[in-house]
Every structure is written in C-alpha cells, then in structure tokens.
C-alpha cells in the first residue's frame, strides 16, 4: 500500500468530501480549513473571509489503487476552476480554489493537470486554481464531517449537492467502492 495524502480546496467541502470518500483507494477525505493565518480557526471564523483559510478535504488515499492524476480529474470536475473565490453562491476567498501539494511530485501532477485542462479547450475562461505548499490542516467541526450524505433534506444538500453528486456517480461509476 502506497499511503498518501493531498488537500484540496473546490468551494464548499460538503460536496467534495462526499464524492471523494465514494472513491475506491480513497481511505478517508475529511472537512477542514487551510492556508490562513489564524490558529485554531472555527466555521464561523472562516465564513467572515478575513482568516485567509480556504474550506479543504484532506485526502488519505492508495496510490497504488488510485492515482494522484485521477484524483485530481475529479477534483476538477467537482467545481469550477476558472471562477475566483467563488462556486455558485458561495463568494469569499474561503471558497477559492487550490491545490495544497505536500512535495515536489504533487506539485508537478497539479501544474500538469492544469496545464492538461488548459489545452483541452473545455473552459473559456483561465483556470484560476491556486497551487499553494500544504500548512496546518485544521478539521471542521464533527457536524461538517459526512454532513451532505447525512443531512439529504436540508436546502442547500438537495439542490446542489445531492445533483452534483449524482452527475460525479454518473461520469466516475468505475472508480465507485
């Protein structure tokens, strides 16, 4: 088993986090904040925009089951990489969109991901995702864990997460546990 991890930033983590712990090879993604200034930051904190930290998943994962590479396609495919500091009607630099690399491999698979959607035509705008070198992951609050798939009702879950999540099932189903 080859035990990785990587941190990544695509607007609001109840979205990611339940799509990335869908995947095969993926052992845990879990809610959390990064790349701010603040120590110890709270939703709260980081809602006002003015701690610098971005809402991230902390990815543990099975290189030798799933690679940084595809990890990665999904994590493009779940926002949109060419809007700055923002994903729908989540606005704020807590909802940017970045890449927290750990070493020098990961960084080169980002830029060569970005590089790759760049040049496939398939956005009209710049990729504005930041590669940024991965600082203190601190875990959302217990509720934010699992929160999309354990709170289906609420508003916000089923008009935008819940569709979002059945159009990932649909494009990665070979990748699903």
């Known amino acids: 088993m080859k035990q990785q991890q990587i941190t990544l930033a695509a607007g609001c983590f109840w979205c990611v986090e339940a799509a990335f712990n869908m995947l095969r090879g993926v052992q845990q993604a879990s809610s959390g904040y990064m790349g701010g200034h603040q120590l110890n930051p709270t939703y709260r904190d980081i809602c006002t925009g003015e701690t610098g930290h971005a809402e991230v998943v902390q990815l543990s994962f099975d290189a030798d089951v799933i690679s940084l590479a595809t990890l990665l396609e999904v994590f493009f495919f779940l926002h949109d990489p060419t809007s700055l500091n923002r994903q729908g009607n989540d606005v704020g630099t807590q909802y940017r969109s970045a890449i927290f690399y750990a070493n020098e491999e990961q960084l080169l698979a980002a830029k060569a991901a970005i590089t790759t959607l760049e040049q496939s035509g398939g956005y009209n705008k710049k990729i504005v995702t930041t590669l940024e070198q991965l600082a203190v992951f601190y875990p959302a609050e ?36």
């Open 142 to 177: 217990s509720y934010h864990q699992g929160y999309a798939l354990a709170n289906p009702t609420q508003p916000y879950c089923q008009f935008l997460v819940l569709p979002k999540l059945a159009k990932f099932r649909q494009q990665f189903a070979s990748l699903l546990k």
